[in-house]
T-cell receptor
Framework: DAKTTQPNSMESNEEEPVHLPCNHSTISGTDYIHWYRQLPSQGPEYVIHGLTSNVNNRMASLAIAEDRKSSTLILHRATLRDAAVYYCILDQTGANNLFFGTGTRLTVIP | DAGVIQSPRHEVTEMGQEVTLRCKLISGHNSLFWYRQTMMRGLELLIYFNNNVPIDDSGMPEDRFSAKMPNASFSTLKIQPSEPRDSAVYFC??????????????FGPGTRLTVL
C-alpha cells in the first residue's frame, strides 16, 4: 500500500485558513493524490484530488510540491463543520482501490 | 439521487449468530467497496467488485466473511458465525470506474455492528 505521512492532529481557529500537510516521498509519476475527510459518525467523503498542478474546488485547494513528494490541503476559512479526520491518499495506477491511513484529526476552535 | 444506502444502520447480535449487511449502490455506478473501521485498525478495505465481479478480496479477514453482488445495484456482506472481534462500523462505497486510476468513491452512512 502506498505510504503517506500526516500529523496525527491539528487545531485551527474558526474562520482562519488551515494548511494540512502530507508527505508522500515514494509517489510515482502517475499516482494521483486524493484527499477525503470523515466527519463524526459519518462515512468518508471526497474533498479533492490532483496529479501535478494545484487544484481548487468549492471545498478546498490542493497545493502539490514541484517534486510531488508532498502536498498541502488548504481550507481557506475553517468552520466548525470542518472538524473531521482528513485523509491523504495515493491512488496508484491500476490499483483500483484507496488505502486510508490514520489521517489528521482537525479540531476547529470557536 | 439518495446516495449509497446501507442497512441496517445498527445491528446488535450475539456471538455465533449470522449477520447480513446490505448496500445499494448509486445508480449508474459499477464498482462497489466494503470497508471496516475500528479504533485499533482504522479504515480497512475488505473487498471490492467491478461490474459485479469480485476483483480483490485479500482484505476479507477469514472464511467467516463472504460478500456477493446478486445484481448491479446491490451487495451483501455476511458474517457467519459472528464473533465479538467483528464489532466495528462497516462502510459500503460505490464509484464509476472507467479504468486507470481510481474514481471518486461515495460512501454510505455505515452499519455499526456490535457482537456480544
Amino acid at each position: 500500500d502506498a505510504k503517506t505521512t500526516q500529523p496525527n492532529s491539528m487545531e485551527s481557529n474558526e474562520e482562519e485558513p488551515v494548511h494540512l500537510p502530507c508527505n508522500h516521498s515514494t509517489i510515482s509519476g502517475t499516482d494521483y493524490i486524493h484527499w477525503y475527510r470523515q466527519l463524526p459518525s459519518q462515512g468518508p467523503e471526497y474533498v479533492i484530488h490532483g496529479l501535478t498542478s494545484n487544484v481548487n474546488n468549492r471545498m478546498a485547494s490542493l497545493a502539490i510540491a514541484e517534486d510531488r513528494k508532498s502536498s498541502t490541503l488548504i481550507l481557506h476559512r475553517a468552520t466548525l463543520r470542518d472538524a473531521a479526520v482528513y485523509y491523504c491518499i495515493l491512488d496508484q495506477t491500476g490499483a483500483n482501490n484507496l488505502f486510508f491511513g490514520t489521517g489528521t484529526r482537525l479540531t476547529v476552535i470557536p | 439521487d439518495a446516495g449509497v444506502i446501507q442497512s441496517p444502520r445498527h445491528e446488535v447480535t450475539e456471538m455465533g449468530q449470522e449477520v447480513t449487511l446490505r448496500c445499494k449502490l448509486i445508480s449508474g455506478h459499477n464498482s462497489l467497496f466494503w470497508y471496516r473501521q475500528t479504533m485499533m485498525r482504522g479504515l480497512e478495505l475488505l473487498i471490492y467488485f467491478n461490474n459485479n465481479v469480485p476483483i480483490d478480496d485479500s482484505g476479507m479477514p477469514e472464511d467467516r466473511f463472504s460478500a456477493k453482488m446478486p445484481n448491479a445495484s446491490f451487495s451483501t456482506l455476511k458474517i457467519q458465525p459472528s464473533e465479538p472481534r467483528d464489532s466495528a462500523v462497516y462502510f459500503c462505497a460505490s464509484s464509476f470506474t472507467s479504468g486507470g486510476n481510481t474514481d471518486t468513491q461515495y460512501f454510505g452512512p455505515g452499519t455499526r455492528l456490535t457482537v456480544l
